[in-house]
């Protein structure tokens, strides 16, 4: 048991964002008022003594120091309080910062460790139940040693006492630890299911739309439920032992208690003692049952929390596979022409590029196209350093990508998803997370066609926008991705697929947007529309991961039979999704 404590204690040690001296004050400050409760019920039975030997002289002064005591224990009551609550907040805060942190740099990998919703459930009751360890194991440890404390007076007074209160504590804590080893062992597994049934639960949410058109619900409620039995009966299982711990030592208690009673009902009786022990003893037991319960209290909460701890740690320790750090280089002054020599690249031993050699030149528009699973958002993804080639090198400026620092290629290369993110706030807002001028961001969202539709809106740049942009069109939120963009000041733009929710009137605008941006910009982007592909300057057609036609438009409907069968698809933005679709 010892040494299982010493290792909650160190796991949580490891993490805990806790200086030094809260640590020293919160124990100084526990020992010293829960030492004055000892005290005030010792004064107690000594002013009965002096009563009943009618000194009241001695009973006076007795009585002055039990005030003197009540007010240095709600002194340090008091204290220790405050500084619990410092210690909360500070081990809350760097607790939440470590994990925020952390995740910003996870792999593709991490979610087949840690499901969604561990991660969410983590981030805040997990912090939240970790931040309150310091004052669960100053409780653990001030408690006992007042148990301690109350056996070496009672021993002093009366050894067949001391030895029963002795015993019963040896007990209590024995039945009390075997039904809490149980009852984690079942929380754990509470945990667990609330796991799964947060992850499902979060998916659902985020296909709700798909979940409705495919008619997906039915099911859905059928695996829901089976997972609600499934944590029906670890709940319950975990009840029982709650309700045989709980129930069943306060059995005991009192029928120690009331055993302790005849002792001294006997002991008055052959005049072995006095009234005055009477006192000190049935206040100490029910003191000793307070500091027990608390101790015990304390040890189901260092195992529940470790539980915390040790989820908090598994993402803390997380070691991404393919971590890429950033490397030295600091010349700002970009130019924005690219090459892939001989890169090759693949990941859990699926090839997805070989062997591609191709230049991206500064002030063009550089379209890649080819069927899903060419190979295209590999291409992006390596150019935004997610991972690393297998093989070959990739250079910005004669320069390794991976060789510059993390400050100038983030400023310097820019990506536009096919599914932009948006925060739950204003639009003025999710656009001053790259600048706050509100002069600028009006000027970026003229340039993509957006402005007029927001000042449309009652509250204008300051509507909030909902989780995810759902009070807005998908193409409108596409416009103001496209204008949180153009705040930056990256020399290379990435779009993946950024016409694919527009309107025909908006596209037009962002067509005339891209030929405007190439000229100081070097634009990359991937497009399954045809008519999206005629506006690139140059164009590298990819099938199964390797380069089948490099060239401009013209040249290459003339002699690509490949790219000719891409032109010809009905609609482009199916393309790939059959496999065994004929050439129309």
């Not at 002013?47 to 709600?74: D, M, P, Q, R």
Request: charged share 20%.
């Amino acid at each position: 048991m010892i040494r299982e404590y010493q290792k909650f204690i160190g796991d949580y040690l490891k993490i805990s964002h806790t200086g030094k001296k809260y640590y020293i004050l919160l124990f100084l400050t526990s020992f010293i008022y829960k030492t004055m409760l000892l005290v005030i019920t010792f004064l107690a039975s000594l002013i009965v003594k002096f009563l009943t030997e009618k000194n009241i002289i001695a009973s006076y002064s007795t009585l002055g120091l039990l005030v003197l005591s009540y007010l240095i224990y709600h002194l340090f009551l008091f204290f220790n309080q405050r500084v619990r609550s410092d210690m909360m907040t500070e081990s809350y805060v760097g607790l939440q910062k470590s994990v925020f942190d952390k995740v910003l740099k996870v792999d593709d990998y991490f979610s087949q460790k840690i499901s969604k919703g561990n991660l969410i459930n983590s981030i805040h009751q997990d912090i939240l139940t970790t931040s309150n360890m310091a004052d669960i194991l100053s409780s653990f440890v001030t408690n006992i040693l007042q148990v301690i404390g109350i056996f070496i007076v009672l021993f002093f007074q009366n050894i067949l006492i001391a030895i029963v209160f002795g015993l019963f504590a040896l007990f209590y804590i024995f039945y009390r630890n075997y039904f809490d080893r149980k009852y984690i062992e079942w929380h754990v597994k509470q945990k667990e299911e609330i796991d799964h049934y947060s992850s499902l639960f979060s998916q659902i949410l985020s296909g709700l739309q798909e979940i409705k058109t495919f008619h997906m619900l039915p099911k859905l409620k059928e695996k829901l439920a089976v997972m609600e039995d499934d944590y029906e009966k670890v709940y319950m299982t975990k009840r029982k032992y709650m309700l045989l711990r709980d129930r069943g030592i306060w059995f005991i208690v009192h029928g120690v208690k009331i055993f302790i009673y005849l002792i001294l009902i006997l002991l008055l009786f052959v005049q072995k003692t006095d009234l005055a022990f009477l006192v000190l003893v049935t206040g100490y037991y029910d003191t000793m049952i307070v500091y027990l319960g608390e101790f015990i209290d304390a040890t189901i909460r260092i195992r529940d929390t470790n539980v915390s701890i040790l989820r908090i740690t598994q993402i803390l320790n997380y070691r991404a596979k393919n971590h890429i750090e950033f490397g030295n280089f600091y010349n700002d002054d970009i130019g924005g022409k690219i090459e892939f020599q001989n890169v090759s690249f693949g990941y859990q031993k699926n090839s997805l590029l070989e062997c591609l050699n191709f230049t991206i030149e500064p002030h063009e528009i550089t379209a890649i196209v080819g069927q899903s699973g060419a190979g295209k958002t590999s291409i992006l993804n390596l150019l935004l350093r997610l991972y690393k080639p297998i093989h070959g090198i990739i250079t910005l400026d004669k320069t390794n990508i991976y060789d510059y620092s993390k400050e100038i290629y983030k400023t310097n290369v820019s990506v536009v998803n096919q599914k932009p993110f948006v925060f739950n706030m204003s639009i003025r807002k999710n656009l001053g997370f790259i600048d706050d001028n509100i002069e600028h961001q009006i000027e970026a969202c003229k340039r993509v066609g957006i402005h007029d539709f927001i000042m449309s809106l009652p509250e204008g740049y300051d509507t909030i926008l909902r989780e995810d942009g759902t009070n807005i069109s998908g193409g409108q939120k596409q416009l103001i991705s496209l204008a949180r963009t153009l705040l930056t000041t990256s020399e290379v733009l990435l779009f993946d697929e950024i016409t694919s929710s527009l309107d025909p009137n908006s596209e037009k605008k962002i067509h005339k947007l891209l030929k405007e941006l190439k000229k100081d910009h070097t634009i990359i982007m991937i497009t399954h529309k045809p008519e999206v592909m005629k506006l690139a300057d140059h164009i590298i057609v990819l099938h199964e991961g390797k380069i089948v036609g490099d060239g401009v438009h013209e040249k290459l409907i003339k002699n690509n039979s490949y790219y000719q069968w891409l032109q010809s698809r009905k609609s482009a933005s199916k393309l790939g999704v059959f496999e065994h679709d004929e050439v129309l």
